[in-house]
Structures are given as structure tokens and as C-alpha cells.
């Protein structure tokens, strides 16, 4: 996944905004205009590295003469004590720059580790880890990289992606088979169809109308498996609902094609990275 540097620079320059305003009362009264500095960003935890380039860009458009030497790279693991770069630049602009650039290092590291602990916990089964659309508003971006970088894969982007029929969408609709038919009368040979489901019997239905992926809603382990054998590989089959580091393998183990989990982005811990001035 690429990011777009316009989202990028806009996403940065409303965090800057955000947290300077007009004036650094600290800094700007402290620190001298020409005075220069070093830091570093330093791992603090174990985990994965992401949005370093992003957390970079931060100082670079505040700081014409900022300079970096990056150690490590987006996807590489880290270990504590690990330093990530070195940054030289206006003391003031640095200090300015740190929270905004930690803020966005640190949740997208966060986002890249954890999406990277549910990937190995299931390697070597047939499943592999997703996102969903449980993102922070505005951030939806930079929280899918992070996803791709800690080894997992984009579920739909946005509404557009994909027809995706939920609970309330087949209840609105009367049925599973009276939605699918109504998409299928509009929309175009591209989109594919997603159904939610929450039971076996709606998993025969999904099945009947020629779904292209089903959701195993909040099923155990056994329905999940009992959906598998039903399927014979027609369908993809995505396991969504409560999946946990305790869950997560027997999950994988029943044979299902996706595991979405909604954690990885709506409420992750952020990786604790430090900036430090030498």
C-alpha cells in the first residue's frame, strides 16, 4: 500500500495546527532561533516499525535545514534500546515537531506490531489476518499501512470498495437472497458481494445466492468449522467477532480464508518510541 503525500502533508499540517497554534510558549521563549540540535528516536518496547518517513516529514516542513540518518526502515523489528535515527535540526523546530511526529510513530508502529503478533500466531494455516472499517476518523490511511506493514491485508477500503450486506441491510431487504438479487440487477461485473452471517442456516443462504465472501458473525469454532464443510471452497469464508490472542488459532484452524479483527486499529496500544535531545 502507498501512501498519498497530499493526505500526508494535510494530515500533518492539521496536527501541527492543532498543537502549536500560533506560538510555542516553551520553546519560542527558551530556546534561541539559531541554536541547533541532535536527537534521536529511540525504541522502547519490542514491536515493528512504521511511519517513520511520516514522523520525518513532520520536521522537514517545519525545518528547511532538517537533516535525518535512519537505521531502520518500515516492516524491520525492533528491540528495546534499538535507535531508530538521528535527527539534526533548529532546536525550537525540533521541540515543535516532537509530539506530532511521536503521536503519528507511535500509532502506526502500535497498529504494525499488533497486526504482526496475530499474523505469526497463525502461520502455517490457510487464514490470513484483515482490518476492517473500525478506524479513527481521518486516519483511516496511514492505519491500513500500517496493517499491510505488519503483515496482515486490507479488508474494503470504504463503502465504494465492495457490496457488503450486514444484519441490518438483509433485515431491511427481507432476506439474504432478496438483497443479493438486487445488487446483482446493479451493480457492475467488478464488485464482488460480501454477506454477513450469523448462523448456519444463513450461511446455506449466502451459499444459494452465489456470495462471494461470507462472514462467519460471531460463531464458535465448531459452527465455523461445520461452515467450511458446508462451503467446499465455493466462497471465501471471513471470521469476524471477538477474536482474541486465546481465540485466534483455533479460529485459523477450522479452515477459514480471513480473520477481520476490528482491534487492530479502533483501540491498539501505541509502541513507545522516545525522542531524546543530545
Known sequence: ??????????????????????????????????????ATFLAKADGVLCGLDIALKVFQMLDDDFTAQCFKKDGDKLKKGDVIATLKGHTRLLLKGERTALNLLQHMSGVATATNHAVELIKGTNATVADTRKTLPGLRPIQKYAVTVGGGKNHRYNLSDAAMLKDNHIDAAGSITKAVELLREKIGHMVKIEVETRNLKEVE??????????????????????????????????????????????????????????????????????????
Open 1 to 38: 500500500m502507498i501512501l498519498n503525500k497530499f493526505y500526508v502533508e494535510e494530515l500533518i499540517k492539521t496536527a501541527l495546527l492543532e498543537d502549536i497554534n500560533y506560538i510555542d510558549t516553551s520553546a519560542d521563549l527558551v530556546i534561541s532561533e539559531d541554536q541547533m540540535s541532535e
Open 205 to 278: 443462504e449466502a451459499l444459494s445466492a452465489n456470495a462471494d465472501v461470507i462472514m462467519l458473525d460471531n460463531m464458535d469454532v465448531q459452527t465455523m468449522a461445520k461452515a467450511v464443510e458446508m462451503n467446499k471452497g465455493k466462497a471465501l469464508l471471513e471470521a469476524s467477532g471477538n477474536i482474541t490472542d486465546e481465540t485466534i488459532i483455533e479460529v485459523a484452524k477450522t479452515g477459514v480464508d480471513i480473520i477481520s479483527i476490528g482491534a487492530l486499529t479502533h483501540s491498539v496500544k501505541a509502541f513507545d518510541i522516545s525522542m531524546k535531545i543530545k
